[in-house]
């Protein structure tokens, strides 16, 4: 066999691509993915912008109380330092109601729907 | 619609724009995130990878390529790493020769002479991992040599190395399996294409 037509066999064989599949839906899952990612960073980022200004604005406002009445400032400081695992467990409450209202839900809720639907597993 | 305008589709927030892109770029992922991995099952979520990649860099493309060789350059670089995670990277080029043509029996492979071109495609993925990226790169992709200098960082004389060596391994192995009636097989089957 001559050494050219060796070479033209291989130089075809070289030009089929490898025997791997992707979904037909492929695109669309990859679309539904990106966009959800961005969705659950936009969620996160939202929530965590929402605890800091809770937060920051309780400060502010007991600093602001600290300067026009001191007392009751004091007071209310007082009765949180008296019964701090109450406080800390309600904080803890409320926050993972925001959390689960701005993160959790929507992503489970994404996922519940992605089940729903149903993974495509036909192949092009 | 051009890359030009789909990457300014995508960036002003088109998702449809983004499906359009991965339905144009997502055999070329394939094919060498899969001659890169050669795993099915890893496949799917290697490529989902690479298009998420994409998604968050693409205000970073500066257009100074084409839109094609810097996702094969994110898909390289996606299926090095996943290799490396893996442990599955051997990077080393010492006694490639010896390996590849020890290892290979032809027989094992379940040959048939009619069907010389998926026998050259077991062979590549039996190749070392640099030969295989740059035969895909070079031959099914079409890159210029510069362009696979791009993506994969080697340079142009290794990638041409690579080319030489890769194909004179291949060589080495068909010389001892294509006798002169497969040949002629072969023959038919290129003239029908």
């Given at each position: 066999m001559k050494n050219e037509e060796l070479d033209l066999i291989i130089e075809n064989g070289l030009k089929v691509g490898p025997d791997f599949h992707l979904p037909v839906d492929f695109a669309l899952k990859t679309s539904g993915k990106v966009g959800r990612s961005i969705q659950w960073k936009n969620d996160l980022l939202e929530y965590l912008s929402l605890t800091g200004l809770i937060l920051a604005l309780f400060i502010a406002s007991v600093g602001m109380y600290y300067y026009i009445d001191k007392s009751l400032a004091l007071r209310l400081l007082s009765i949180i330092s008296q019964n701090p695992l109450f406080f800390i467990l309600a904080f803890l409450l409320l926050n993972f109601i925001l959390f689960a209202d701005k993160v959790l839900l929507p992503l489970l809720f994404n996922k519940w729907n992605r089940v729903k639907i149903g993974d495509s597993k036909e192949y092009f | 619609m051009d890359d030009n305008e789909l990457i300014e589709q995508i960036l002003n927030g088109n998702s449809n724009a983004f499906t359009f892109l991965v339905n144009r770029y997502q055999k070329l992922v394939l094919h060498i995130s899969g001659r890169l991995i050669q795993r099915q099952e890893e496949l799917e979520d290697v490529c989902q990878e690479v298009f998420l990649k994409v998604y968050q860099n693409l205000g970073k493309?500066?257009?100074?390529?084409k839109l094609s060789t810097w996702i094969a350059t994110i898909a390289y670089n996606t299926g090095i790493n996943h290799l490396r995670k893996f442990k599955k990277l051997d990077i080393s080029d010492s006694d490639t020769q010896e390996i590849f043509l020890k290892t290979?029996?032809?027989?094992?492979?379940?040959?048939?002479?009619?069907d010389l071109h998926r026998y050259i495609r077991e062979l590549i993925m039996l190749l070392p991992v640099q030969y295989r990226t740059v035969i895909t790169l070079y031959?099914?992709?079409?890159?210029?040599y510069q362009e696979i200098e791009q993506i994969t960082g080697m340079p142009e004389g290794t990638v041409k190395n690579y080319l030489f060596r890769a194909k004179a391994l291949l060589k080495e192995k068909l010389k001892f399996v294509v006798d002169a009636n497969s040949l002629k097989v072969v023959k038919e089957i290129t003239n029908e294409k």
């Amino acid at each position: 066999m001559k050494n050219e037509e060796l070479d033209l066999i291989i130089e075809n064989g070289l030009k089929v691509g490898p025997d791997f599949h992707l979904p037909v839906d492929f695109a669309l899952k990859t679309s539904g993915k990106v966009g959800r990612s961005i969705q659950w960073k936009n969620d996160l980022l939202e929530y965590l912008s929402l605890t800091g200004l809770i937060l920051a604005l309780f400060i502010a406002s007991v600093g602001m109380y600290y300067y026009i009445d001191k007392s009751l400032a004091l007071r209310l400081l007082s009765i949180i330092s008296q019964n701090p695992l109450f406080f800390i467990l309600a904080f803890l409450l409320l926050n993972f109601i925001l959390f689960a209202d701005k993160v959790l839900l929507p992503l489970l809720f994404n996922k519940w729907n992605r089940v729903k639907i149903g993974d495509s597993k036909e192949y092009f | 619609m051009d890359d030009n305008e789909l990457i300014e589709q995508i960036l002003n927030g088109n998702s449809n724009a983004f499906t359009f892109l991965v339905n144009r770029y997502q055999k070329l992922v394939l094919h060498i995130s899969g001659r890169l991995i050669q795993r099915q099952e890893e496949l799917e979520d290697v490529c989902q990878e690479v298009f998420l990649k994409v998604y968050q860099n693409l205000g970073k493309y500066r257009k100074e390529c084409k839109l094609s060789t810097w996702i094969a350059t994110i898909a390289y670089n996606t299926g090095i790493n996943h290799l490396r995670k893996f442990k599955k990277l051997d990077i080393s080029d010492s006694d490639t020769q010896e390996i590849f043509l020890k290892t290979v029996d032809p027989d094992t492979i379940g040959y048939e002479q009619t069907d010389l071109h998926r026998y050259i495609r077991e062979l590549i993925m039996l190749l070392p991992v640099q030969y295989r990226t740059v035969i895909t790169l070079y031959h099914l992709e079409e890159f210029s040599y510069q362009e696979i200098e791009q993506i994969t960082g080697m340079p142009e004389g290794t990638v041409k190395n690579y080319l030489f060596r890769a194909k004179a391994l291949l060589k080495e192995k068909l010389k001892f399996v294509v006798d002169a009636n497969s040949l002629k097989v072969v023959k038919e089957i290129t003239n029908e294409k």
